[in-house]
């Protein structure tokens, strides 16, 4: 089992920067991390993954070049720097775990409470 845990959202501005932080605990071992949002009345979007030694890193076209994702093992911890932000990036975002390299949310097995970020213009 893998516990997850999101912090970092929060109210900013367009064009603003925000730093989430998901903290893992449990069987953290060789997973992958990704990071998902949904916003009201859509499905669940798929943001960015990071391989267990993060030289792996994927991204949605949507979030290429403006959000970043990073993971320190020491701290279990896994971050998505998000920066340029704008008012259609509202949503929940979401961590998510895999005990294997996936993009979809319907493979990642676990998944954190999700953490608001709300874009004002």
């Known amino acids: 089992q893998v516990q997850l845990v999101e912090s970092g959202g929060g109210l900013v501005q367009v064009g603003d920067s925000l730093r989430l932080s998901c903290v893992a605990s449990?069987?953290?071992?060789?997973?992958?991390m990704g990071w998902f949002r949904q916003a009201p009345g859509k499905e669940r979007e798929f943001l960015a993954a990071i391989s267990w030694s993060g030289v792996r890193t994927y991204y949605a076209d949507s979030v290429k070049g403006r959000f970043t994702i990073s993971r320190d093992n020491g701290k279990n911890t896994v971050y998505l720097q998000m920066t340029s932000l704008k008012p259609e990036d509202t949503a929940v975002y979401y961590c998510?775990?895999?005990?294997?390299?996936?993009?979809?949310?319907?493979?990642?097995?676990?998944w954190g409470q999700g953490t608001q970020v709300t874009v004002s213009s």
């Open positions: 998510a775990a895999a005990h294997r390299w996936v993009v979809v949310p319907t493979e990642y097995e676990y």
């Open positions: 449990g069987r953290t071992f060789s997973t992958t």
